[in-house]
């Protein structure tokens, strides 16, 4: 899709912040997160004790790695506010990210914490060209979940006109972008495609409509998946990244040089590590992504193991950001799934199912074990032309994907088309996988 939107900057001093200023700053931040989080919060104190390390150790970046992690486990130890750095009067906000087992995860925000909240999201929207001349349309869930109201305040930050429409009731969405004609919509991707699908249903087409920047995120998506949407609602898609434990949207968002996502470094300290030993990797590699807040103040998060699965890019954008740019997540290694011994990723199997003409971009993965063997089944809808044709034809194309995902994928997968609109939509976050088998 060509590039609709100017290159805009919220906070061009902050964005493009020479190297040298940049590490100054973030040590500044960092030493002064250390020393809060270790005075505050015991769980901190106990996890740097037992390191052997004290904040007066932090002398340069270099001695983040003598830091602890942190992982999802501590928070859900620490639950629900053992792991805050202020006393309770000092927190304006609380919000939780339900996960997929167990308690939530619980994030905590100081005035000045909803400050920092507010610029990073204005800053990821002013980078997909947002002005205060925009509606945006935001479907994002509103509630505990960070993405409602993170981007409702960061649209307002900006000055934008904001439609706190939230997910849900899909046809009411497509009549108030008649409507209201907003300009930008938030959501994730996989509810794009829902509101895509709705508005054909309901023969509204994109002259109706006028949007023409989507800020999407939340959940891992394709590039695939990117041009689906961009064509059917007629906009240009941004990814935008974060995460409740850090702060909600805001962490990392694309410019309109769609070459990653600018992480907020100068509130947000990047690190990549291999997952399986702890080790630091240079930018450029591919490791899981470690977070450390650089200016919270309720809830300081030090060295957090995201689990996302990514590489950084810390050359220069040719926008003029310096912040550094982390790459479109493969996925998360906990979502990785591991089928008799071949690392798979559901990003993979949407890439193939995005490449076939008669299948909709909804499916489901089924992994079952049957005589100590793993089996996975991928189940994908249809689009209405190919299920109204017989079934000799449903069974080449099933055949013809089928070979196209065991090439990617290296394993043999099953595939069954199922019936157009046959698998549950979702409003926000899709769930892709079920996984069967009893690992635990
Ligand atoms: P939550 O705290 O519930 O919002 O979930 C945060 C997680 O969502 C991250 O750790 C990622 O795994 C995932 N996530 C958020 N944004 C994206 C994105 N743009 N692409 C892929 N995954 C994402
Ligand atoms: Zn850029």
Redesign the pocket.
């Known amino acids: 899709m060509a590039n609709k939107t100017k290159n805009l900057f919220w906070n061009r001093e902050a964005e493009t912040m020479p190297a040298s200023e940049k590490k100054r700053v973030q040590l500044e931040r960092l030493q002064a997160t250390v020393k809060r989080a270790y005075e505050n919060v015991p769980f901190y104190r106990r996890a740097f004790d037992e390191k052997g390390v004290k904040p007066e150790d932090v002398k340069s970046l270099e001695d983040l790695k003598r830091l602890p992690f942190t992982v999802k486990n501590d928070l859900r130890d620490n639950y629900p506010y053992k792991l805050f750095a202020v006393p309770m009067s000092r927190v304006v906000r609380l919000h939780a ?3 997929t087992t167990g308690k939530p ?1 619980v994030g905590a925000y100081t005035r000045n914490d909803m400050e920092v909240w507010m610029e990073v999201i204005a800053r990821s929207m002013a980078a997909a060209g947002v002005t205060e001349d925009d509606i945006v349309h935001n479907a994002y869930g509103y509630g505990l ?3 409602g109201l993170g981007f409702h305040y960061g649209a307002e930050k900006i000055g934008a006109s904001v439609v706190p429409v939230s997910g849900g009731l899909s046809k009411r969405q497509v009549m108030l972008w008649q409507d209201f004609r907003p300009t930008v919509l938030c959501c994730t991707p996989s509810y794009a495609l829902v509101l895509a699908e709705t508005m054909e249903e309901m023969g509204v087409g994109l002259n109706d409509i006028c949007l023409r920047v989507g800020l999407f ?5 394709t590039d695939q998946m990117r041009r689906e949407i961009e064509s059917r609602l007629g906009l240009e898609a941004f ?7 850090l702060i ?1 949207p805001g962490v990392s968002a694309e410019c309109i040089c769609h070459n990653g ?1 600018h992480i907020q470094d100068d509130h947000f300290l990047p690190e990549l590590i291999d997952p399986e030993t702890g080790e630091t990797l240079e930018y450029g590699q591919k490791g899981e992504l470690v977070l450390t807040s650089l200016t919270k103040e309720a809830f300081p998060v030090i060295r957090y193991r ?3 699965i990514t590489t950084i890019d810390p050359e220069p954008c040719p926008c003029g950001r310096t912040t550094v740019r982390m790459m ?2 493969a996925g ?1 290694s906990d979502d990785m799934l591991i089928i008799r011994g071949v690392n798979v990723f559901p990003s993979q199997i949407e890439g193939v199912i995005l490449e076939q003409k008669e299948l909709v971009p909804q499916y489901q993965i089924v992994v079952e074990r049957q005589r100590n063997l793993d089996q996975i089944e991928v189940q994908v809808e249809a689009v209405d032309e190919l299920y109204q044709k017989d079934e000799s034809e449903i069974l080449r194309v099933t055949g013809r994907v089928q070979k196209a995902l065991n090439q990617t994928l290296g394993i043999t997968a099953r595939v069954v088309i199922v019936p157009p609109r046959s698998i549950a939509r979702s409003e926000g976050k899709a769930r892709r996988v079920i996984d069967r088998r009893n690992l635990t």
């Open positions: 990210s339900s996960g995860i979940f960070t993405g995120g939340a959940e891992p998506w990814n935008q990244f974060g995460l409740t434990e909600g996502m995201t689990k996302d479109r997540l998360r």
